[in-house]
T-cell receptor, first 115, second 114 residues
Framework: KAGVTQTPRYLIKTRGQQVTLSCSPI?????VSWYQQTPGQGLQFLFE???????NKGNFPGRFSGRQFSNSRSEMNVSTLELGDSALYLC??????????????FGPGTRLTVL | KNQVEQSPQSLIILEGKNCTLQ??????????LRWYKQDTGRGPVSLTI?????NTKSNGRYTATLDADTKQSSLHITASQLSDSASYIC?????????????FGRGTSLIVHP
């Protein structure tokens, strides 16, 4: 079974531009979560989608948005890029079953550099 | 504010030795605690998941403990190998409606020398 895939793997943008990152979950997984990882802040939760609905959102400005499609694939968008948005963006998927021990599987991430 | 603190920040050990990583948290309402291993340039991989009622969980040479009263967890690595060199991240999730919101520790960077 294929793992979580993220595209592109690397991206370079300039300040003020916008960017869209894509995540394809493991087949059968309907929950997709996005995270930002930086050396200064570590891993931080961005948002979670389940059945095309945003279920939870972290403490990020409105420039960060996302969506999920009917096939569970998800995209996140960052508008008006700032230098501080340079980070590794990770996507994780999990099965639709509930429960506190629902395991998440991470993709390899998209490395975004803002110049 | 929910917080997760990990110690030490970094650790260097010799191959074959044991080590223990610490995680203290203030997360409410507590749902579960997970330990992840993250190799450089890759996404995190789950090692253990524990809920409130569990106080120990093993995965091969990795053993996690949880003391929900003191809000502390540890990850013990036995007979370390070079491939154990990685960042180990403690994640504590709070229940939020029908889902869970994670709070991440900054991680412990482990280097295993031959």
């Amino acid at each position: 079974k294929a793992g979580v895939t993220q595209t592109p793997r690397y991206l370079i943008k300039t300040r003020g531009q916008q960017v869209t990152l894509s995540c394809s979950p493991i087949s059968g997984h309907r929950s997709v979560s996005w995270y930002q990882q930086t050396p200064g802040q570590g891993l931080q939760f961005l948002f979670e989608y389940f059945s095309e609905t945003q279920r939870n959102k972290g403490n990020f400005p409105g420039r960060f948005s996302g969506r999920q499609f009917s096939n569970s694939r998800s995209e996140m968008n960052v508008s008006t890029l700032e230098l501080g948005d340079s980070a590794l963006y990770l996507c994780a998927s999990s099965l639709p079953v509930g429960g506190a021990k629902n395991e998440q599987f991470f993709g390899p991430g998209t490395r975004l550099t803002v110049l | 504010k929910n917080q997760v603190e990990q110690s030490p920040q970094s650790l260097i050990i010799l191959e074959g030795k044991n080590c223990t990583l610490q995680c203290n948290y203030t997360v409410s309402p507590f749902s579960n605690l997970r330990w992840y291993k993250q190799d450089t340039g890759r996404g995190p991989v789950s090692l253990t998941i524990m809920t409130f009622s569990e106080n120990t969980k093993s995965n091969g040479r990795y053993t996690a403990t949880l003391d929900a009263d003191t809000k502390q967890s540890s990850l013990h690595i036995t007979a370390s190998q070079l491939s154990d060199s990685a960042s180990y991240i403690c994640v504590v999730s709070a229940r939020s409606g029908g889902s869970y919101i994670p709070t991440f520790g900054r991680g412990t960077s482990l280097i295993v020398h031959p």
